[in-house]
T-cell receptor
Framework: NAGVTQTPKFRVLKTGQSMTLLCAQDMNHEYMYWYRQDPGMGLRLIHYSVGEGTTAKGEVPDGYNVSRLKKQNFLLGLESAAPSQTSVYFC???FGGGSYEQYFGPGTRLTVT | KQEVTQIPAALSVPEGENLVLNCSFTDSAIYNLQWFRQDPGKGLTSLLLIQSSQREQTSGRLNASLDKSSGRSTLYIAASQPGDSATYLCATNSGGSNYKLTFGKGTLLTVNP
């Protein structure tokens, strides 16, 4: 099992550029999440999905879009990157609702100049 | 809205010492509480998950306790080692959801040889 993987590991964007972050899990997990982690702010939920074809907004969704076309993949898109989106992005997954652990990917470090 | 606080923000101890990390939360109507470890530049690794009906969970030198009524959890690390140096985060349910987590900002632990 590879667990949760994220692509790319690092990326530098210019303001206004777009990009997509890919998260993949091979554990047949139903739930998937995108977080951002910033110094002094902790981990904050951007968007999440409770199953293939579903998405929902988290705590800080503005400026991001997501898609879950396949159960194993969860994509995070930035349509027009801003310096405020400089952060480390983590994907996570969970088998189902209730008392299951969340498993995290290694993160993507994004810098927007 | 659930708020999770971890005190202290940083802790430095000599090798071999037993130590306790603290986590408090404002909404006691939780389903579970999860402790994570994060090494610098890495993703989060799940250490322990305590269900709301449990009082404690143990894994090796780690013991996590939960007191829902007082909104507190502790992570006890026995016989600390330099390899335990990392940031430790706790997370629990937010907004009555059994699948979304609210994270504390973490305690940075340094174990000195």
């Amino acid at each position: 099992n590879a667990g949760v993987t994220q692509t790319p590991k690092f990326r530098v964007l210019k303001t206004g550029q777009s990009m997509t972050l890919l998260c993949a899990q091979d554990m047949n997990h139903e739930y998937m999440y995108w977080y951002r982690q910033d110094p002094g702010m902790g981990l904050r939920l951007i968007h999440y999905s409770v199953g293939e074809g579903t998405t929902a907004k988290g705590e800080v969704p503005d400026g991001y879009n997501v898609s879950r076309l396949k159960k194993q993949n969860f994509l995070l898109g930035l349509e027009s990157a801003a310096p405020s989106q400089t952060s480390v992005y983590f994907c996570a997954s969970k088998f189902g609702g209730g008392s299951y652990e969340q498993y995290f990917g290694p993160g993507t470090r994004l810098t927007v100049t | 809205k659930q708020e999770v606080t971890q005190i202290p923000a940083a802790l430095s101890v000599p090798e071999g010492e037993n130590l306790v990390l603290n986590c408090s939360f404002t909404d006691s109507a939780i389903y579970n509480l999860q402790w994570f470890r994060q090494d610098p530049g890495k993703g989060l690794t799940s250490l322990l998950l305590i269900q709301s009906s449990q009082r404690e969970q143990t894994s090796g030198r780690l013991n996590a306790s939960l007191d829902k009524s007082s909104g507190r959890s502790t992570l006890y690390i026995a016989a600390s080692q330099p390899g335990d140096s990392a940031t430790y985060l706790c997370a629990t349910n937010s907004g009555g959801s059994n699948y979304k987590l609210t994270f504390g900002k973490g305690t940075l632990l340094t174990v000195n040889p």
